[in-house]
């Protein structure tokens, strides 16, 4: 009886979780804060969850809001509303959120902030990276993850210094400052595999030195799939080209590093974090390219459908998938026959306040519905990662 009882307080579990604490007790003042830039959080968070897991997986499409998951989602289904072969997301994800995007000193948040609001449940100030709105650093997922012996990946299609994936391991008040934030994935050494452009701003002798196994290009995927801190970089050019121009010559490059990241990942019997970015729907976006942005949502939603896949395998994986903020204010304003996908109206060739959609699966899905601040993201993340301990 005692036995069952134990097992119903593990499986029912309610955590009280408090504000993440910096990694510097004394606050550096940034230059030109206003009143109007500080964040105070919520009060403490307390979640119910019915299982707990022990891999989490969080799944950034930069960029990509309802707007661009419903045109991607009617391209595939070509109009037939009836079709159950739509975006990944809208047939098997069971819980639906939304995510506020703005940041601590602007309505329109840009990358860097939107990424370390989740990446460290700090509101940053635009260009930003691991730091909050004062220039404090504080922990991301990554390091939090990698002090409790999990381990952690990061697989991008664009440069592994660019600010989504910097914001899980770096901390500069610049997001241009890319050769320091190169220099910040040595020092913190809380990645254990990362896969991405950007080889140019990492010092490879080092890396080697620091006990990492370097490989370029994707046949370096298979290769090195046995080394368990790993970085591989796509080719030798600074970001990789786009899907539709090479990238997927040999397959979805997405798809097959965080097919190998993973493998890695469920090895460790701690359990694991990883951030998959599907970095270049943002670069559509901006350039207002319909044909470009319906390659890359296609690329990014094959490459979760691996990732789900994977994840019922194990059973014990929650999969979260959001963005950092929307891009190009995009409409949907009819049918192109031509062009046999929705008819596209960008707005904006910059970012937009929209707030993003959030779609989780898994054990502890079920806190991500609502409506909510992007930084409630690494608070529930975080929180499901210290349950996992007990």
Known sequence: MKCVLVILILIESTLLIGQDLPLSASPKKSINQTKSDSYTPPSPRRFVVKKVPKHIILIIGDGSGLAQWSAYDAKRTQGDHTSANGAIVFTDFPVFGLSFTQSANSFITDSGAGATAMSTGQKSQNGMIGLSADSTPFKT???????NNKSTGIAVTCELTHATPAAFFA?????????????????GSCIDVAMGGGKQYFDTVALVKAGYALGTGEKAIVALQDQKRRVLFYDNQPAPPKAQEGRNSMGSYLEKASNSILRTMFQNPNGSFTMIEGSQIDWAGHDNDSVYLMAEMEDFDYTIREVLKMAKQQQNTLVVVSADHETGGLSLLGWDNDGKQPAMNFSSHHHSGIPVPVFAWGPGSEIFGGSYQNTEIFYKIKGLMELSKH
């Open 141 to 147: 997922l990554s390091e939090i993850a990698h002090l």
């Open 171 to 187: 901390h500069q008040v610049s997001r241009e400052s890319m050769l320091e934030i190169g220099e910040d994935f040595l020092k």
